[in-house]
């Protein structure tokens, strides 16, 4: 295999309570891309098309995550990539990580697979850190593994791969301003009361319990973010509205993707999923701002290839 076309899916991380550790995997969301091997060693970005990004191989997530795969793998070719970005940068949706984790699972068939989907993982990890300033894996990890997942640890990296329920959907509403993750950062309390981690805990394990079991009741009681959503949903506009929205439309629940703008709701089937997005839609329409909706299915399976 000498070429690679891929799609590499958006992605939701922090979940409401599991801050930083939890994530799960879009399937009608994505970029695609294309990798080529190239008998001169190195990594060239040859197109970008959707957005404004660096062609520069250091500065460019993508760039990064293939030359740290390359490397590891001391391959005896090289790799021009294609990006074709449909997942707008600064989303809350994942839009480096599919960069990152695309091009990592692309290059690793075209070495054969020799790479797990954990060692994937931080390749991608790399080129997470050109976006963000630092190496985090609740991105990439669900891009990579598919579905949700969780990461228990980051050195060294343990990800754990959760169960989806077969009747999981997602709304997901993208309000076109922008939130630098370093300023949703910057705003967080550096300590919290005990009462309210340890009930953040308990929501984390009774989520993982309710993906297990495909208990919806669980889901939607296990979805409460008392710690981060407090203080970033006063960067997002109009955030409590949208979210009475999605609960009065019968959501599970729902919370922040990432850092934001985006905010994400989980239900039991594509017409309670969809009922959602027309409640947020009537919301966000009586404003100014531009804004994007998508319905999707969780993808369990994470990136997938699109033609070899």
Sequence with gaps: MNEIKIFSPATVANVSCGFDVLGFCLDNVGDEMVIKKTTEKGVKITKIVGANLPFETQNNVAGVAALAILD????????????????????????????ASGTVFAIN?????????????????????????????????????????????TTPLKVVQLPTPSELYATIIHPQIEIKTSEARAILPKDIP???????????????????????????????DLIVEPYRSQLIPHFDEVKAAMMNSGALGGGI??????????????????????????????????????????????IKIVKN
Excluded: C
């Design 72 to 99: 590891a793998a001391n391959a005896d070719f090289g790799v021009e990539i294609e990006i074709y970005k449909n997942i707008k940068p600064g989303s809350g949706i994942g839009s480096s990580s599919a960069s």
């Design 109 to 153: 068939e075209l070495l054969g697979k020799p790479f797990n989907k954990q060692q994937l993982t931080l390749f991608g990890m790399k080129g997470e850190a050109v976006a963000s300033g630092t190496e985090h894996a609740d991105n990439v990890a669900p891009g990579i593994f598919g579905g949700f997942t969780l990461v228990k640890e």
């Design 194 to 224: 005990l009462s309210k981690a340890v009930k953040q805990w308990a929501n984390v394990g009774s989520l993982v319990s309710a993906l297990h079991t495909s208990d919806y009741d669980l889901i939607a009681d296990s979805l409460n």
């Design 257 to 302: 993707s990432g850092s934001g703008p985006s905010i994400f709701s989980l239900s039991k089937g594509k017409e309670t999923a969809d009922k959602v997005a027309d409640a947020i839609r009537e919301v966000y329409s009586k404003t100014d701002i531009e804004f994007d909706i998508h319905v999707s299915k969780i993808n369990a399976q994470g």
